[in-house]
Nanobody, 117 residues
Framework: QVQLVESGGGLVQPGGSLRLSCVFS????????VAWYRQPPGKQREWVAS???????NVADSLKGRFTVSRDTPKNTVYLQMNNLNPEDTAVYYC???????????WGQGTQVTVSS
C-alpha cells in the first residue's frame, strides 16, 4: 500500500523560499510518477508540477522560474523547491501519485504554505 506524506510547509515572508518534501512509503517508488498540486483558499485544486519515473520534470507555466521539482530515488522522496514566494502562493500543497500497475491514485494529507508579511 502506498502512502504519501508531505512536509516543509509553514509561514514565510514574501520573497522567501520553502522546500516541500513528499515521502513515498511503499514498493517500486522509482516506477511512480509524482505530482504536486495546490489548493488556494476558496479556490479549486490546481496542478503545480510533475516529475516522471524517468526524472522528466514539468512545472506549470505560471510558476516556471520560481518552482522546481526533483526526486531523490534512494530516499523515496520528491521535492518542490519554491523561491520568491508571494501571497498568491498561499495554499495547501498536496503530493499525488498514480500507480503504473493499477488504477490507484494516491494523495498525501497536504501541507499548508502561507506567504504573508
Amino acid at each position: 500500500q502506498v502512502q504519501l506524506v508531505e512536509s516543509g510547509g509553514g509561514l514565510v515572508q514574501p520573497g522567501g523560499s520553502l522546500r516541500l518534501s513528499c515521502v513515498f512509503s511503499g514498493s517500486f517508488f522509482a516506477s511512480y510518477p509524482v505530482a504536486w498540486y495546490r489548493q488556494p483558499p476558496g479556490k479549486q485544486r490546481e496542478w503545480v508540477a510533475s516529475i516522471s519515473e524517468f526524472d522528466a520534470a514539468n512545472v506549470a507555466d505560471s510558476l516556471k522560474g520560481r518552482f522546481t521539482v526533483s526526486r531523490d530515488t534512494p530516499k523515496n522522496t520528491v521535492y518542490l523547491q519554491m523561491n520568491n514566494l508571494n501571497p498568491e502562493d498561499t495554499a495547501v500543497y498536496y503530493c499525488n501519485s498514480r500507480s503504473p500497475f493499477s488504477t490507484n491514485d494516491y494523495w498525501g494529507q497536504g501541507t499548508q504554505v502561507t506567504v504573508s508579511s
